[in-house]
């Protein structure tokens, strides 16, 4: 079972990588600039028996380590403690947001990758044509338009003079929630989507120059077929974006939350940062953490099941002994390596030469 | 794939082949193209320091206030004078970003992808958690502790995007390393560096200068968003982002003090992309571009 | 016959998105819907009800418990639903509210006679209620942001059937407006404080005496809240009430002009006229008693010498500040405590001599360049001066300052910084820093704490500090600024401070209703009484 195995050692990586982060952040927002003690007690003058109640209520005056393993210990018994800011236990705090934010982001990221990609291949397809640049051209636009312009504009338009949306805020659960969150995936899928589509027309371009795809279709091989393998070939680099844009999307959508006043965790990530609440941004950043961990093990198992070969290297070998360090000795041709495999097997293909494609 | 005409020879023929080249440039290149031509003369050429004194009592003008032709922003500075002194701190940082980034992404993307094994496993992990890393968090700590400053943002930035190069260029190492042609290398017993160095990276070369054209877009925008933690440019300088901050709440009474360095912004990030494209399609075809 | 037509939808695309790019060009400028309006006076009608009223709060609340968060808009909500022993009205003076009568013969011991009301889950409230409320919000664990409204309290105890009486340890002439709801007195049922997991918190809602009763609270979104039919005094005219955080001031205004909200908070400087724009919309604006100025660290060097804090102090063009960059919608400061502050209890004449009597530096650069040339820095010197990234006017009056500054030689670096890093900054050895203060009460003088023992820039002078707690012992409101006022003047003749601006805030009313006597403290009342439906 290599696909368990490997999803097992990632799971474990994953754990590693969630503690190793929870002691990172701890320490970032220890030494961030800041005082908690001030940031509740607000700007006016304190007694020291105030100071003293929070510093005592907080664990301020435990040594740092101390700090740490309190909070750590909470969560391994299942507490993730209690914000700093509003009092309330972190699972309230998250509460809805997580599943608002998840909605947009997910729906962001349907629309980022829906139609980011078709674009992508398009614009390949037709590799220097007017259409190419407008593709390209209006994902560029897309990014480099500031955040707050393209939801503003967005609300004018579609919510202020066609009355197709509402202004703001996320309406009740089900349809409605839907149409109030529209708009913003819009707004986040055209600041992220760009990544799709100039990534998918490169790597469309790029197999499309293959010498495979010539022979296959002087050979009279259907363009339907050549398609789909020139697609499946290109597809890595595409879903590799495509998990950077959800990596992405999770958290990072701060902007987009104030301009459409969606209660999301972006804008209670960087609240918290600011106010130095340790739990609800240790929260935060791990929950961000594991769905990008998921993410990339995800894509990561794609780009083995895509192409026959990655998979011995990434998920068929365990830690250290991977194929690829099996063939740095060059005395000893692995036998495991389908030197001779075709990137589709079905196909008739060209075996590009050491450097094809190159400048040289 | 090579197109280049053998035999002729001498000034005559190589101008022959470079009006040649020139015609097969498109429209939509070849203005943005200029475009970047004309920015680029705005970051070497200092504009009058003088010409956008601020003028507190005058305060935000509407655009076509005499002699403001886009009006003055907030602190009463003229907009079009500070748009184009501001092209320097807009442009330089952002490429730089781009260059640190995906360098940092192919030296550890390649070996990564090529290697595999335990280096993969930690490079990757790298990446995981600079990604999940709140950006914000870092830089505010950056800020904190180190002081802000224009370089000090850059550096930040250069952290904060390499993690997605790293993840692209792997990728496509990963899918290359595994073809024939790069197994035959290892059969022929040519070093790793060398295999990576000249066989790998040409053939991922594409994603890398879309992903580092795409990457000076997004630092563009980047750079004015850090501004506000205390990093980037000082409040008083002449920088497109920080236009487009503060001109957010002139909004509604001189539109353009935000609309036209935001304009800029798309602009120049639409105009690198356009001929960065270009140029890596014809590097591709075998043209010396 | 597929290619044509993938490539029509391509096209389309396209031009989607550079139709996108043009209006994005265009929308900021383009015509906002509604005609150029003048506030006029409206008509009310008194038998009109309204379903719901909506207003759109500038800031967010992530919980709704005042005493925890000290948050204006905490209290702005608070309001909604909860009352104190008295309240204040519009011009700041004390009301009754839960307590019919009060009374106090010496400044050190109040009697609070409660009136018949019922709290939202359908107790009656009684003086045990009120005990438990107060011994809560004075506590300094519990409670910190009201704790500081409390000065040291000798007992609280009900003194018969409907009475409570508050005795002080010492004298005080602010004590009245302390069990307030706009500064430190919540009465909430002495069971529900006990029981409650976290007050204010999504699940905890607030239980009170005030006109509504808070139905729904989602953190960073909105509150709802349902009119309280069993309130004892005048009943709001909205069934139903619902507040929305809106922290984006262009999207405020864009809800503001489609008709969403009835109320807007914070109407921005640069954006009044768009706002005045929409059909039938008043702007509100008041003296919010905020003070803007520098404060200098004696401590630090060059700040050390009077010369070079004078040469600064002279420097500041306060006139172009607040005419020229907030539009005239602020005072020039010359003094600390606003003059509406000081007015409380005595009268806005005192109030105007009092001030009067202040120093002033007023901007003179040939003095600035005189003062700095008898400091041990007679050609200038380079600092820095940090603003907070939730009030942008500070930093272009900064960037207005530091061209001042460079006539004289000295190069002021401005820096934006988060507001919690601003707020931590104080005292930390900066030689120049901004104080933007804000007072929720009246009773509230930024010199409280600005010349009090824990002022935030750390001087020690004792002559200061001793007419500072003097004032605050004080037992009449005119010993109070005859205090303030003296430390104020020591304090600005050696040029600890140099103000700037007293701010104002603006509020947007629509077309369907009308507030009663608007005033700065009109949201700190019990508010949504006073708010009424147009003809």
């Known amino acids: 079972m290599p696909v368990a195995r490997f999803l097992l050692r990632r799971l474990a990586a994953l754990t590693a990588l969630l503690v190793a982060l929870s002691f990172i952040v701890f320490s970032l927002l220890h030494v961030a600039p800041g005082n908690l003690v001030k940031n509740l007690l607000g700007p006016r003058p304190a007694t020291p028996e105030a100071v003293a109640a929070i510093r005592e209520r907080y664990h301020l005056d435990e040594p740092f380590l101390a700090q740490y393993a309190h909070w750590l210990g909470g969560v391994l018994r299942g507490d993730l403690g209690v914000s700093a800011r509003s009092g309330t236990d972190i699972t309230t705090v998250l509460g809805d947001r997580v599943g608002l934010t998840l909605l947009l982001a997910g729906l962001a990221a349907l629309l980022a990758i829906g139609v980011g990609v078709p674009l992508g291949i398009r614009a390949a397809q037709r590799t220097g044509s007017l259409t190419d640049r407008l593709i390209t051209g209006s994902a560029v636009v897309g990014v480099s338009a500031p955040g707050f312009a393209v939801g503003l504009l967005l609300l004018y338009v579609f919510a202020v003079m066609l009355g197709w949306f509402p202004i703001y805020g996320t309406g009740e659960p089900g349809l409605d929630r839907l149409r109030h969150l529209a708009l913003p995936a819009v707004a986040l899928a055209l600041g992220t989507g760009a990544m799709v589509v100039k990534v998918t027309r490169t790597a469309v371009a790029r197999e499309l120059q293959q010498d495979y795809v010539t022979f296959a279709r002087s050979r009279g091989v259907p363009e339907r077929v050549v398609r789909r393998t020139y697609l499946r070939n290109a597809s890595v680099p595409v879903v590799t974006s495509a998990g950077l844009v959800v990596a992405g999307l999770v958290g990072g959508s701060v902007l987009v939350e104030s301009v459409f006043a969606i209660p999301g965790l972006g804008v209670l990530l960087a609240d918290s940062i600011t106010y130095k609440d340790v739990p609800v941004v240790q929260a935060i950043t791990l929950l961000v953490a594991a769905t990008i961990g998921v993410t990339t093990a995800l894509v990561d198992l794609y780009t083995a099941v895509a192409d026959p070969r990655v998979r011995r290297a990434t998920v068929g070998h365990g830690r250290g002994r991977g194929a690829v360090g099996a063939v740095a000795d060059p005395t000893l041709p692995d036998a495991s390596l389908p030197t001779s495999a075709l990137p589709d097997g079905s196909l008739p293909g060209g075996m590009p030469g050491p450097g094809a494609g190159g400048a040289a | 794939m090579t197109t280049t005409l053998p035999t002729e020879t001498g000034l005559r023929a190589r101008l022959a082949r470079a009006t040649r080249r020139l015609r097969r440039v498109p429209g939509t290149v070849a203005v943005a193209a200029l475009l970047l031509l004309a920015v680029a003369v705005l970051v070497i050429v200092p504009v009058a320091p003088h010409a956008f004194d601020q003028d507190v009592l005058l305060g935000a003008t509407p655009a076509g206030t005499p002699g403001h032709p886009l009006g003055t922003d907030g602190l009463g500075r003229d907009v079009l004078a500070l748009t184009l002194a501001g092209a320097r701190s807009a442009i330089v940082g952002p490429v730089v970003v781009a260059l640190g980034s995906m360098l940092l992404g192919i030296v550890l993307g390649t070996l990564a992808g090529y290697r595999g094994g335990w280096i993969d496993a930690v490079v990757s992990r790298y990446v995981d958690l600079t990604l999940a890393m709140p950006a914000l968090l870092l830089a505010i700590v950056v800020a904190g502790v180190v002081g802000g400053g224009y370089w000090i943002t850059v550096l930040v930035l250069v952290v904060l995007f390499s993690p997605s190069d790293i993840r692209i260029v792997r990728g496509a190492v990963l899918q290359h390393a595994h073809r024939p042609y790069i197994e035959s290398t290892r059969v022929l017993g040519l070093p790793a560096w060398r295999v990576m160095w000249r066989h790998l990276l040409p053939n991922v070369r594409p994603l890398v200068l879309t992903t580092m054209l795409l990457n000076i877009a997004y630092a563009l925008v980047s750079m004015s968003g850090l501004t506000y933690l205390g990093l980037g440019v000082s409040p008083s300088a002449a920088d497109w982002g920080l236009q487009l901050s503060d001109g957010r709440d002139l909004l509604w009474t001189n539109p353009a003090a935000s609309v036209v360095p935001g304009l800029a912004i798309i602009l120049v990030a639409t105009a690198v992309n356009l001929v960065g494209d270009h140029l890596s399609e014809r590097l591709d075809r075998g043209e010396d571009a | ?535």
């Open chain 3, 1 to 535: 016959m597929s290619t044509t037509r993938r490539r029509t939808r391509g096209a389309l695309a396209t031009t989607l998105a550079l139709g996108l790019l043009a209006l994005a060009a265009c929308a900021p400028s383009g015509p906002a819907p509604g005609s150029t309006t003048t506030p006029a006076p409206v008509t009310t009608d008194a038998s009109k009800e309204l379903d719901q009223l909506t207003v759109g709060l500038a800031a967010s609340a992530e919980t709704l418990d005042v005493s925890t968060s000290g948050l204006m808009v905490a209290y702005t909500i608070a309001a909604v639903a909860q009352e104190g022993l008295v309240t204040i009205d519009d011009t700041g003076a004390i009301v009754p509210a839960l307590a019919e009568t009060w009374k106090t013969d010496d400044n050190t011991s109040f009697v609070y006679t409660l009136r018949d009301a019922t709290f939202s889950d359908g107790t009656p409230v009684t003086t045990d209620d009120v005990v438990a409320s107060i011994n809560h919000y004075r506590d300094a664990e519990k409670a910190p942001s009201t704790a500081y409204y409390w000065p040291a309290v000798k007992s609280v105890e009900a003194t018969g059937e409907r009475e409570v009486t508050i005795t002080l340890e010492a004298p005080s002439a602010t004590f009245a407006w302390t069990p307030s709801a706009a500064a430190g007195l919540f009465v909430a049922p002495k069971k529900w404080l006990e029981s409650a997991g976290t007050i204010g918190s999504p699940t905890d809602l607030l239980v009170g005496t005030g006109p509504y009763t808070i139905t729904e609270f989602v953190p960073g979104s909105h509150v709802a809240a349902e009119r309280n039919e069993k309130y004892w005094g005048s009943k709001g005219r909205a069934k139903t009430l619902r507040l929305d955080f809106i922290t984006d001031d262009s999207t405020r205004l864009l809800a503001f002009q489609d008709g969403s909200l009835d109320i807007a908070f914070n109407v921005p400087v640069d954006q009044a006229d768009q706002w005045s724009k929409v059909e039938g919309a008043r702007l509100e604006t008041v003296d919010d008693n905020s003070w803007q100025g520098l404060m200098f660290n004696p401590a630090t060097k060059p700040f050390d010498e009077p010369e070079v804090r004078r040469a600064v102090a002279h420097a500041i063009d306060r006139d172009a500040i607040t005419t020229g960059l907030l539009k005239g919608k602020a005072t020039p400061a010359t003094g600390i405590t606003a003059p509406g502050q000081l007015a409380i209890g005595t009268s806005a004449a005192d109030a105007e001599a009092a001030v009067a009597q202040l120093p002033v530096a007023a901007f003179d650069l040939d003095a600035a360049r005189a003062e700095l040339a008898k400091s041990s820095v007679p050609s200038g010197f380079t600092t820095t001066l940090a603003y907070p990234d939730s009030i942008p006017a500070l930093g272009r009056a900064s960037l207005a300052i530091a061209e001042q500054l460079k006539q004289i030689g000295i190069t002021l670096e401005v820096k934006q910084i988060p507001v919690s890093e601003w707020s931590n900054s104080f005292g930390n050895g900066e030689g120049v820093q901004w104080m933007s203060y804000t007072p929720p009460v009246p009773t509230d003088w930024p010199t409280d704490w600005l010349l009090g023992e824990y002022n935030p820039e750390g001087f020690t002078d004792t002559k200061i500090i001793g007419l500072q707690a003097e004032s605050a012992a004080a037992t009449t409101p005119a010993e109070r600024l005859a205090k303030v006022t003296e430390a104020t003047k020591l304090a600005l003749e050696q040029q600890l401070f140099a103000p700037v601006y007293w701010g104002t805030s603006t509020t947007a009313v629509g077309k369907r209703v009308a507030t009663e006597g608007f005033s700065q403290y009109f949201f700190q009342t019990p508010w949504p009484t006073r708010v009424v439906p147009t003809a």
